[in-house]
C-alpha cells in the first residue's frame, strides 16, 4: 500500500484494527470526530465475552492492561419483578467468562498503546468518492482531504463509508432507551444501590423495562426501555429533566418506588436514546480497497455483543491484512467472508434466557415477562446487554 490504511472513527473496532496492524508493522490512520479523547462521556459497563471479545483483546497483545481495568464483582446480576421482588441473582463467584470493564477504560488503554499521532481528532468525514483502482479520496469538515488505497469504514450506525459498499440504511426497531444516572449512590441514593445490587440488575416487561449498573465510583447507569414510535417521544421535552423524568415515569405506573426511583431520582438525564438497526444479514459485493467493521456493517439492537463483534472485526481485519502483505483485495475478501455469517446472528429470547438461566429459567420470571420474542417476531423485543 502506497499510504498507510485509512480507519474511519476511534471506537473500539478501529482502535483494535489499529492496534493489530501496528504490531504487523503496517501504518494505518484513525480519523475521528470528536475533537479530544474525552470530549464526551464513552458509555457505560461492558461485559467483554471470552468467545470474541478478549480473543480481540489478545490479537491487540493488552490481555495484562486489560485485566489491569477489569471491575471485580460486576458480573453479579439479579431479575427483579415490577414489584420489586427479586425473581432471580447470582453472584460473581469469579467463574464468569465476561469479565467487566467501564468503555472509557477500555477505550484509554488501547489509544495508549497506538503510537503519538495515530488518531487524528477534530476530523469529521463529510464525503467519499471513488478515484479508481480502488482508491479513495475522504474530505472532511475543514475541507481537508485524505486519499488512500485501503479505506476502513468504522464510522458506526450512520457510516459516511457505507454509501461506498451498500444502500442500506438504519431503521428504528421500534423502541427506545431513556439513558439516567445517579451518582454516590450508597450515600445518596441507597434504597437503589440495595436494589440494584452489586453488579447487574433487569426488570423487564412486556413493553417496558428497566436495565440498571452499578459502575465504578458508586455510579448507577440505567437503561430504561420503552416499545414506542418516535413520534411519542417527541412530546417530551428532553431539555427540561425533570419533567421529563416524570413523564417516562408515569409509564412505569404501579412499579416498585426504588425502581422508579432509577428515572425520577438520577443526577443525569433521561438522554434519548433511539435504537435503530441494519437488515439481519447485511452484507454486499466486494468493491476494492473498502471495507466496513461494527455498527458500519452489522448494526442490531443492543444484545450485549456489539463492542464484542467491532473489536473481533478489527482483529480479524487487521490479521488478514497481516497475513496476505502486497495483495489487499485477497485479505479484504478473506476477512468479509469472515465476519458476514456474524451479521446474521442474533441471539433470540430464548437463547438469551439460556444464556442467563441455562435450561431451566424461573417461572416467576418468565411469567412477568410473557411470551419470550424471538429473532424471528416482527415484534421489537428488549435484549439485556
Given amino acids: 500500500m502506497n499510504t498507510p490504511v485509512t480507519i474511519i472513527g476511534a471506537g473500539l473496532g478501529g482502535l483494535v484494527l489499529a492496534r493489530v496492524l501496528h504490531l504487523n508493522g503496517i501504518p494505518a490512520a484513525v480519523y475521528e470526530a470528536e475533537p479530544t479523547p474525552t470530549a464526551r462521556s464513552q458509555g457505560g459497563m461492558l461485559d467483554i465475552h471470552d468467545y470474541n471479545g478478549l480473543l480481540a483483546i489478545e490479537a491487540a497483545g493488552l490481555t495484562a492492561e486489560f485485566r489491569g481495568i477489569v471491575l471485580e464483582g460486576r458480573q453479579a446480576f439479579r431479575f427483579l419483578g415490577t414489584d420489586g421482588t427479586v425473581l432471580f441473582e447470582k453472584d460473581d463467584d469469579g467463574s464468569g467468562g465476561r469479565p467487566e470493564v467501564q468503555r472509557g477504560d477500555l477505550r484509554r488503554i488501547l489509544l495508549d498503546a497506538l503510537p503519538d499521532g495515530t488518531v487524528r481528532w477534530g476530523a469529521k468525514a463529510d464525503t467519499v468518492r471513488g478515484l479508481g483502482d480502488g482508491r479513495h479520496e475522504v474530505t472532511f469538515a475543514d475541507g481537508s482531504t485524505v486519499r ?14 457505507r454509501p461506498l459498499l451498500s444502500a442500506a440504511t438504519p431503521e428504528y426497531t421500534g423502541e427506545s432507551y431513556m439513558e439516567t444516572f445517579l451518582h454516590d449512590t450508597p450515600a445518596r441514593h441507597p434504597a437503589v444501590a440495595a436494589t440494584v445490587g452489586a453488579g447487574a440488575m433487569y426488570a423487564p416487561s412486556a413493553t417496558e423495562g428497566i436495565v440498571a449498573h452499578r459502575e465504578s465510583g458508586g455510579t448507577v447507569h440505567t437503561y430504561v426501555s420503552l416499545v414506542r414510535p418516535l413520534d411519542w417521544f417527541a412530546g417530551i421535552d428532553f431539555d427540561d429533566p425533570a419533567a421529563a423524568a416524570a413523564r417516562i415515569a408515569r409509564e412505569f405506573d404501579g412499579w ?35 471495507t466496513l467493521l461494527g455498527d458500519a456493517a452489522h448494526l442490531v439492537a443492543p444484545n450485549g455483543e456489539g463492542a464484542n463483534l467491532a473489536m473481533l472485526d ?65 415484534r421489537p423485543g428488549r435484549t439485556p446487554r
Fill in 256 to 290: 416498585a418506588p426504588e425502581l422508579t426511583a432509577l428515572i425520577t431520582e438520577a443526577d443525569r438525564g433521561p438522554i434519548p436514546r433511539p435504537l435503530h438497526t441494519l437488515p439481519l444479514g447485511h452484507r454486499w459485493d466486494r468493491a476494492p480497497g473498502v
Fill in 314 to 378: 478489527g482483529a480479524d481485519l487487521g490479521r488478514a491484512l497481516a497475513a496476505h502483505p502486497g495483495d489487499v483485495e485477497t485479505a479484504l475478501a478473506e476477512y468479509e467472508q469472515a465476519m458476514f455469517p456474524r451479521t446474521a446472528e442474533v441471539p433470540s429470547g430464548e437463547e438469551l434466557m439460556a444464556s442467563f438461566f441455562g435450561d431451566n429459567p424461573p417461572e416467576g420470571l418468565l411469567a412477568e415477562l410473557g411470551a419470550l420474542p424471538t429473532a424471528s417476531d416482527d
Fill in 148 to 161: 488512500t488505497d485501503l479505506l476502513v469504514g468504522a464510522d458506526g450506525a450512520w457510516s459516511r463509508i
